[in-house]
């Protein structure tokens, strides 16, 4: 009998994160559910809970999959803590044996000037976006090269293009960053020969109801989280040359795949939701791509590392 993936969502608990989950697990994943928040699911009420409320915990989602003859654990973690980040990734592989696809939803959210945005905010932002990927990219590796460098790696990340600096620099200094580990990973990995490791960014194009779309006004101009579902699905099914280091849209990767009637995910039938993102984003590769020129390696420089 085969092995089933093991897949982790990381910020599972309730919106994206919550509907990733749920649709890998439909498509015969076990799925490890994790994030912060955790309940007493058997009493909850009513049941399912509203998947963008607190109520909704990854401890509801664990039950939610499982009740839908799913496999699915939930394991508490704090990205802001490389500790916590480390210990989820151990249990994950000690649970299953392996860890076939790693997706990081975990986010913290403030959209606002340089001005209005307090140091504490931005420095929470970095914590939990920028440097708790990049502790659980690095804990997840070894598990990967245990796997014969065979996986993939899903980011909540945008494309990097001017516009979406402005009004919420701070926000868009970590979540860029993300992007930029996104890229720079898959070269890390088409340099070693790596051709069946696979990190892709992906994020909407038209905005997606979740928590952080609260406004009742704003039903109309929305998409249900079963499309970023779908494309994540897409992804992972795709060769890893073809995704590797790619800032995907959400529904510009299901429109290759042949997708193109996005009717159905919409939040109001018959709505027509305005696309927030360009229909044109920066090429952000240059003719001398491939030129390393005199390559600099600090790990393998002893004056360096001594001074660490």
């Given at each position: 009998m085969a092995r089933l993936p093991v897949a982790l969502v990381i910020g599972a608990s309730r919106g994206i994160g919550r509907q990733v989950a749920i649709d890998l697990a439909k498509n015969g994943y076990k799925v490890v559910v994790a994030a912060k928040t955790v309940s007493d699911e058997s009493s909850t009420a009513p049941f399912p809970p509203d998947p963008n409320s607190q109520n909704s915990t990854i401890t509801t989602v664990t039950r939610e999959i499982r009740e839908a003859g799913g496999d699915a654990t939930a394991i508490q973690v704090d990205t802001r803590s490389p500790e916590s980040i480390n210990n989820l990734i151990e249990s994950t592989v000690k649970l299953h044996g392996s860890l076939d696809v790693l997706i990081y939803n975990s986010g913290a959210i403030w959209w606002s000037s340089v001005e209005n945005t307090p140091f504490k905010r931005f420095k929470l932002m970095q914590s939990v976006n920028v440097e708790g990927l990049y502790a659980t990219v690095q804990a997840a590796?070894?598990?990967?090269?245990?796997?014969?460098?065979?996986?993939?790696?899903?980011?909540?990340?945008?494309?990097?293009?001017?516009?979406?600096?402005?009004?919420?620099?701070?926000?868009?200094?970590?979540?860029?960053?993300?992007?930029?580990?996104?890229?720079?990973?898959?070269?890390?990995?088409?340099?070693?020969?790596?051709?069946?490791?696979?990190?892709?960014?992906?994020?909407?194009?038209?905005?997606?109801?979740?928590?952080?779309?609260?406004?009742?006004?704003?039903?109309?101009?929305?998409?249900?989280?079963?499309?970023?579902?779908?494309?994540?699905?897409?992804?992972?099914?795709?060769?890893?040359?073809?995704?590797?280091?790619?800032?995907?849209?959400?529904?510009?990767?299901?429109?290759?795949?042949?997708?193109?009637?996005?009717?159905?995910?919409?939040?109001v039938p018959g709505a027509n939701p305005r696309r927030m993102l360009p229909a044109v984003l920066p090429i952000l590769t240059v003719p001398e791509e491939d030129d390393e020129g005199n390559r600099i390696d600090s790990s393998k420089l002893a004056k360096f590392t001594a001074k660490i």
């Open positions: 590796l070894p598990h990967f090269k245990n796997n014969g460098w065979k996986g993939r790696i899903i980011v909540i990340s945008p494309p990097i293009y001017s516009r979406f600096f402005r009004g919420k620099t701070a926000y868009a200094m970590g979540k860029v960053g993300m992007s930029v580990l996104t890229k720079g990973l898959a070269m890390d990995w088409k340099r070693e020969g790596k051709k069946e490791m696979a990190i892709t960014s992906l994020w909407p194009a038209v905005a997606i109801q979740s928590a952080a779309t609260p406004d009742p006004k704003m039903l109309a101009e929305l998409r249900k989280p079963t499309i970023f579902s779908d494309a994540i699905l897409e992804i992972i099914g795709s060769p890893a040359e073809e995704v590797s280091g790619r800032l995907e849209l959400d529904e510009d990767f299901l429109r290759t795949k042949g997708v193109t009637d996005f009717s159905k995910y919409n939040v």
